[in-house]
């Protein structure tokens, strides 16, 4: 059982494993816009950067790290999930200076989280977690992270995405 901050947390719904075949989602984008996981398909690969909010430390560094390290790649596109409201994304990424980084909002109907299982009930955030997804929505890597006010880890998420040809 995941926790947070040392507590146990519920993570509703079942989470997804390397192997599994994902739905199609909708989230929310920051010009209030629903967009669908199957719009970012044109890319190869698809990497789900979930984080519980962008305005914590953990949440912050996890997103430029993971962003700046694949930047580069050109077969890919970095998605940042949380409950955020888009308003506090786009300010994030407008304080960050990263203002590239697709943040994306499942605030409203947790379609993603009900999809992959992120969604703490005790708190109503996404647990922070890593997904590597293909074309076919094929899912390539899987970490939820267990303590959730820890980092993912970095070196295994690269070292996989760098396996990719």
């Excluded at 929310?28 to 698809?46: A, E, G, M, W």
């Excluded at 990424?93 to 409203?108: A, F, H, P, V, W």
């Excluded at 708190?123 to 922070?128: A, E, I």
Aim: net charge negative.
């Amino acid at each position: 059982m995941p926790s947070f901050a040392g507590r146990p947390v519920h993570l509703v719904g079942k989470p997804v494993r390397v192997g599994d075949v994902v739905r199609n989602f909708t989230v929310i984008n920051t010009d209030l816009k629903p967009v669908q996981f199957d719009d970012y398909r044109s890319y190869k690969y698809r990497v789900i950067n979930v984080v519980p909010s962008l305005d914590t430390g953990v949440c912050d560094f996890q997103t430029r790290k993971i962003n700046q390290e694949l930047a580069r790649r050109k077969d890919l596109v970095v998605l940042t999930i949380s409950n955020d409201l888009p308003f506090a994304q786009l300010r994030w990424c407008g304080n960050s200076g990263l203002e590239q980084i697709i943040t994306l909002s499942d605030y409203k109907d947790l379609d993603f989280a009900n999809a992959f299982g992120t969604l703490m009930s005790e708190y109503r955030l996404q647990t922070r977690a890593v997904f590597v997804i293909d074309q076919q929505n094929k899912v390539l890597y899987a970490e939820y992270v267990d303590e959730v006010t820890n980092h993912p880890n970095y070196d295994a998420l690269l070292e996989f995405v760098n396996s990719l040809t």
